[in-house]
C-alpha cells in the first residue's frame, strides 16, 4: 500500500491510497488518517481510487476515522473512485460510506 498526503487548500487534507488494503496495511493506514484528523485540517478526503484490493480491515479504518472526525468536528470524504474492490466491499458491507458511491455512481 502506498499512502500519500496532499493539501490542495489551506485546511484541507487529501490522502490518495493505493495498492492493498488489508489487516498487514491498515495499521499505517489509521496512523496517517488519525495524524490528519488530529491537525488542523476541516476536511479530510481519502481517494481510493488506486486502491487493488480492499478487506474489512480497510473498511475499519475508515469507520475509526469517521468516528474520529465526528469528534473534532472535520469532515471526512470517502471517494472510491473507480476501485472496483472498494465498491464491491461498500456494495456488500452497507455503511454511511456506500451512500456515497452510490450518490457517485448515479451522478
Known amino acids: 500500500m502506498t499512502l500519500r498526503v496532499l493539501r490542495p487548500a489551506p485546511h484541507t487534507v487529501r ?4 495498492g ?9 493506514l489509521d496512523e496517517v ?3 490528519r484528523i488530529r ?6 478526503v481519502i481517494d481510493l481510487s488506486g486502491v487493488t484490493f480492499f478487506s474489512v480491515a480497510g473498511l475499519n479504518s475508515l469507520l ?3 468516528l474520529l472526525a465526528d469528534a473534532s468536528g472535520a469532515h471526512l470524504v ?11 466491499l461498500f456494495a456488500l458491507l452497507p455503511t454511511d460510506f456506500d451512500r456515497v458511491v452510490n450518490a457517485r455512481m448515479a451522478g
Open 39 to 44: 491537525g488542523n485540517a476541516e476536511e479530510i
Open 64 to 66: 475509526r476515522a469517521q
Open 78 to 88: 470517502v471517494e472510491p473512485g473507480r476501485s472496483r474492490a472498494v465498491r464491491r
Open 20 to 28: 492493498e488494503v488489508d489487516l498487514s496495511t491498515a495499521r499505517r
Open 15 to 18: 490522502v490518495r491510497v493505493s
Open 33 to 35: 488518517l488519525r495524524s
